[in-house]
């Protein structure tokens, strides 16, 4: 929390020193950073817009960090619901999060605009057949069934599930391999689990560079999205999740609510219940003997991406929302 206190601080500072914009846009999380944008715009007598891109302090609670209860709760939520009344407009990325905050923070919903996480996909498509061989032959993961989860490893995302679904494959020979490439707060102890476990069919990679990950997505055979089984996720939309739908690869999906029904509509992939391990292996087992369902989940995937979740498109939409506040502001 220091850290966040003091970058709070440093950007409130740094803002009343630039030239003056015609809108100030905080970005949360973290939900401190919405203080210092709160704080420019008032002084500086600016359209203040506070972007919700997760639900502080919600999402803490449901990973276990502290309690409703706790000081440290019931001081996000002061912060919270101050950013919430005094911004002129509340950006959030899915509908679920518009419907918690009318509920639960008495927000107007004409208050609330919603502008969905896009993807670039002119980066994230699908890569040539000769690309996915190399990559996996650099893998050394040639005739497996490659799985990958790329992205964050933090407490939020219940990978023990992945470890106890690769153990379960594993004392059955199959030839399933889980890759997990990127970096989190769990990424070590989720690593010393796999090794103590000697678990063979799970690699590790550091962090790759953003421009690298569409080779790595595209290389696999699926890709999974998990999340812990809690109500809180049940409103979010992973970014990940759409970025290996606009690579074509299936998706198989531990996340309940938004990105179940996205999944289930665009025909991508595979839903199963979130921390269930069982369900995964018999998602990993079913595409694995089927790769002509895998093929048409990733091709309906990509096809839903580009008619919903285009960067260019979500982009347009959020420019629009800010041109109308600014004319409602100066009439």
Known sequence: MRNYASFCISAALRGMTIPRPDVIIASSPQLLVGLSGWWIAFSRQIPFVFEVRDLWPESLTAVGIGTENSMLHRGLAGVAKFLYQRSDLVIVVTPAFKDHLVQRWRVPAEKIAVVENGVETHLFA?????????????????????????????????????????????????????????????????????????????????????????????????????????????????????????????????????????????????????????????????????????????????EYILQHFSRGATAAKYIDILQSLLRTRQS
């Open 126 to 302: 699908p890569a040539p057949d000769a690309a996915n061989a190399a990559l996996r032959e650099q893998l050394s993961t040639q005739g497996k069934f490659l799985v990958c989860y790329i992205g964050t490893m933090g407490m939020a995302h219940g990978l023990e599930t992945l470890l106890d679904a690769a153990a379960q494959l594993q004392s059955r020979n199959s030839n399933a391999h889980f890759l997990l490439v990127g970096e989190g707060a769990e990424k070590e102890r989720i690593k010393s689990l796999a090794q103590a476990r000697r678990l063979i069919n799970v690699t590790f990679l550091d962090q790759q560079p953003r421009e690298k990950i569409p080779a790595f997505i595209s290389a696999s055979d699926a890709c999974l999205v998990l999340l812990k089984k809690t109500d809180v996720f049940k409103t979010v939309i992973p970014t990940k999740m759409l970025e290996f739908m606009a690579c074509a690869r299936p998706v198989i999906l531990g996340v309940d609510g938004q990105a179940r029904q996205i999944v289930e509509e665009a025909g991508a992939g595979i839903v199963i219940e979130p921390e269930n391990s069982q369900a995964l292996v018999a998602a990993i087992t079913q595409l694995s003997a089927d790769r002509e369902r895998g093929t048409a989940f990733g091709r309906k995937g990509r």
